[in-house]
């Protein structure tokens, strides 16, 4: 009679849900394409709960065999675009604590 060893399994919790950004913005530029997602997150301060947001940038491009790929470097040429979707995503964020400020 042969005895097995069997060792504990790691416990295996279901999948996170994938959470989608609350603001995308993309344009296209000579480079590719600038793209930029405002997240959110929920912490807790001394004065209760309150949302905090941050941002992600990234170029796309189409490879020579025609996939995409994406990246955090940028040309020069995407520079003022991108800056202008920093804008756009400064704005959109504001706006956001302004609403929950009056809701306060």
Request: charged share 25%; net charge neutral; aromatic share 10%.
């Amino acid at each position: 009679m042969s005895t097995t060893t069997r060792r504990p399994q790691p416990r295996q919790d279901p999948p996170a849900e994938k959470k989608a950004p609350v603001f995308t913005w993309a344009q296209p530029t000579a480079g590719g394409r600038v793209e930029i997602a405002v997240w959110d997150r929920s912490v807790s301060a001394a004065d209760g709960e309150r949302t905090v947001h941050h941002i992600t940038c990234q170029r796309s491009y189409r490879k020579e065999d025609g996939s995409y790929e994406n990246t955090g470097a940028f040309w020069h040429q995407d520079l003022l675009v991108l800056a202008h979707g920093l804008q756009v995503a400064y704005d959109w964020i504001r706006n956001a604590y302004q609403g929950q400020n009056q809701e306060a």
